[in-house]
């Protein structure tokens, strides 16, 4: 790519089409880069593929100014949710970061707008500790969930009315999907696009990622 190609690539304005997903990635301070860029990768590239309604992607923050992942990445939000110039919400995702389990939990105004979205979003997603946050908003009392491994025993002692799936890296249930985060974010995002668009175009977005796809190779659960 040229330098002018590249200037031009990176100046691009965001387009949000009418006839697409909207997917808002709900990120912070302390974002983890794998929950946030996994997930990010596979619904962007629906954009690639010709017959299905393909998905929007935008990040939402309390600010438009830079956040600072945990591994040091600075990205800027597109949107502040904390004004009213948001587009709707079909599917939210919301990516682990460092302080899910404890300070991020007692943000007012953020989990708030979590509670605002899971209104009329299609779906509701969390990678890692992401599911803290859907937890504390109260979403995933009457459903089956999961979570990093690491962390499932927090998990229940915090919020000790959910039902936790233990030896599934993502779990499906209604209209929420949870999973254990880290490389597992890529396949419980591809888990949505099969769900959405069928196999073969989960499989070419792996193919397109060099990740070898088969749903039944990945330990999950989903709740009839």
Known sequence: MNPNARKNKANKELIIKPDRYNVAFLIMNGTYNTEFTAPFDIFQHTQYRENI????????????????????????????????????????VVPSAEHHLDTDLEDVV?????????EKA???????????????????????????PGDLNKYQKMFPQLNVKKNSL?????????????????EASLYLCEYLYGKEVAQSLAKGLVIDWDVNKVPHFIAQ
Not at 54 to 80: C, S
């Open 53 to 92: 309604k393909a998905m929007n992607v935008f990040t939402v923050a309390n600010t438009l100014d830079p956040i600072t992942t945990f591994e040091g990445v600075k990205i800027l939000p597109d949107f502040d949710y904390t004004k009213n110039n948001m587009p709707s919400i079909d599917i939210l």
């Open 110 to 118: 953020m989990i708030s707008f979590v509670k605002k979205v899971d």
């Open 122 to 148: 299609k779906f509701m997603t969390s990678h890692c500790d992401g599911a803290f946050v859907l937890a504390k908003a109260g979403l995933l009392d009457t459903i089956i969930s999961t979570t990093f």
């Open 170 to 186: 993502f779990v499906h249930d209604g209209k929420y999907i949870t999973s254990a985060g880290g490389a597992k974010s890529f």
